[in-house]
């Protein structure tokens, strides 16, 4: 990545000069070197459990989809059975619990998944005791993989995980490329190994960086439980527990979300209409605008925004209803692709999600996991038993009138869309108090006025306010909860921008911009 990207700078350096097209360029330099700066292979590893759903549940690798729907499968019911209640259980199960580098768990987990995979394939010529084994290992194993994970990235810095999650969307196009071009037999096998390479990146994770640091939410102190020493937030911020309800919010929604999904994907049948040489044309559509989405959101997010999320997930929603609702291959082909999209989507920013809320407001990333993911999955098996029902209706007429009275639910659901996210506003307040509290406000208004002037991102001006009031950098690390090398990364790209090499000549510029009329 490092010889890519310097390549790239040298021939974008050496044709700045023109112009044409020059934003563009600029912003593929930017997420080159962002990538870069924070990519590192392991935390891509929960790509591959969401490569494993794509194989299983996208492709009759394991289910046999030929004209019904994987819900007839026994070992699927009691794979969505479990994982509802692993979810929940291993959410409230692990909230207070440290899986260290040592634990057996980020093994037997992984193994599980690629162990129950292999029974939920052979169990129909093995009798019904490897199909209800298949399933319950299936369902606990991508739970509690699902929570390890969670608990593993809690340690990992925000601007990395805001780079690596999304990115781990190519993970799950690759397979769609490979995973059709194999034989049953060998796309089998290889699904069954896609949970192991998660548990070894898994585990190296685990190793590598540590265990997640804890705050104590009463007291707003925060304890690394790598050294056992406490130290007390310098902000003096206090956690509170304004996420609880908001979490909760959330997961309804989610719940809606997964509803019309499982509904919509249990009245689906297999057809050729859109296929090329075994590919599923609409899952190639779908996991290609993901990753695409996906680089967008690390090219240009600023804050990961459940709320903004659910405004334009839930019009799309109704979209593919109605587009259900219609007769033709063409209008199922456009759900699908929705809804496909929409799901790995959702997958990302609900792990970008819940990691801020455990390093912003000292929430358990595995109960927020926990309960989020529980309620998708309630919403996923909820969906498809009423959508076996309503396929298995003799009148039409039925299958249209759950599909309006599920755009009526959802409709109703964006009432209920929260309208600010309280990540965002403990940010905000986080970045307010910078030039609000103890540091004259003309400091702040000055480092906007560079931005503007010299093309600063968001965080970059949040640290040259900091660095221009004195700063240390152990204590932008903690403010801002970054690592000491993200730190340097940022304040080297402030430096390169303005023109300046040292802190003082900060001082001096950001002095100099608040004193002029």
Not at 89 to 102: C, D, I, M
Not at 206 to 215: E, I, L, S, V, Y
Not at 292 to 298: G, P, Q, R, S
Not at 390 to 408: M, N, R, T, Y
Request: aromatic fraction near 10%; glycine fraction near 8%; charged fraction near 15%.
């Amino acid at each position: 990545m490092k010889f890519i990207y310097g390549c790239y700078t040298s021939y974008h350096e050496k044709g700045r000069k023109n112009q044409i097209g020059a934003n563009v360029g600029d912003g593929i330099g930017a997420l080159l070197g962002r990538i870069e700066s924070t990519f590192k292979l392991r935390h891509v590893g929960i790509g591959f459990v969401w490569a494993w759903l794509y194989c299983v549940y996208g492709t009759p690798v394991l289910f046999d989809t030929t004209g019904v729907s994987i819900n007839a499968d026994g070992s699927w019911i009691v794979s969505a059975a479990t994982v509802v209640v692993a979810f929940f259980a291993g959410g409230f199960a692990f909230r207070r619990k440290r899986v260290g580098p040592r634990s057996p768990l980020p093994i037997l987990a992984p193994s599980a998944l690629s162990l129950g995979t292999l029974l939920s394939l052979l169990g129909p010529s093995m009798g019904e005791v490897a199909v209800v084994s298949g399933g319950v290992l299936t369902g606990a194993g991508y739970a509690l993989t699902s929570i390890l994970w969670a608990m593993a990235l809690a340690s990992v810095d925000v601007e990395e995980l805001e780079a690596a999650i999304p990115l781990s969307t190519f993970v799950t196009l690759f397979c769609s490329l490979i995973i059709p071009a194999l034989q049953t037999e060998v796309a089998a096998v290889v699904s069954a190994v896609l949970p192991l390479i998660s548990g070894a990146l898994l585990i190296e994770c685990f190793r590598k960086d540590g265990a997640a640091p804890t705050r104590d939410v009463a007291s707003g102190a925060r304890s690394d439980r790598t050294s056992g020493e406490w130290r007390r937030n310098e902000s003096g911020r206090r956690h509170d527990r304004t996420w609880v309800p908001y979490l909760l919010k959330v997961s309804v929604l989610l719940l809606v979300i997964y509803l019309v999904i499982g509904w919509e994907a249990a009245n689906f049948s297999s057809s050729n209409a859109f296929s090329l040489l075994n590919y599923d044309l609409a899952s190639l559509v779908s996991n290609f605008a993901a990753v695409l989405f996906a680089i967008l959101l690390v090219l240009f997010s600023k804050r990961v925004s459940f709320s903004g999320l659910f405004r334009w997930v839930m019009p799309f929603l109704i979209a593919s209803l109605a587009l259900f609702l219609f007769p033709g291959s063409f209008a199922h082909f456009g759900t699908s692709v929705i809804n496909s999209t929409c799901d790995t989507l959702i997958e990302v920013l609900l792990f970008l999600f819940v990691l801020s809320l455990a390093k912003t407001h000292g929430a358990s990333a595995a109960l927020c996991i926990g309960l989020a993911n529980g309620f998708v999955q309630v919403g996923v098996l909820a969906g498809n038993l009423l959508g076996r029902f309503s396929a298995e209706a003799a009148a039409p007429f039925d299958l249209h009138s759950i599909g309006l009275a599920l755009i009526a639910l959802v409709a109703l659901a964006m009432i209920a869309i929260p309208q600010k996210d309280p990540v965002a506003d403990d940010l905000s307040a986080a970045g307010s108090s910078l030039a609000a509290d103890s540091v004259d406000e003309a400091l702040a208004r000055a480092c906007l006025r560079i931005q503007k002037r010299c093309g600063l991102s968001d965080r970059e001006t949040e640290i040259a306010v900091l660095l221009a009031k004195g700063r240390t950098r152990p204590y932008i690390r903690e403010q801002l909860f970054i690592s000491t090398n993200t730190v340097a990364t940022h304040i080297k790209h402030i430096y390169g921008k303005l023109g300046i090499h040292s802190k003082e000549e900060l001082i001096d510029m950001v002095n100099s911009e608040a004193s002029a009329k």
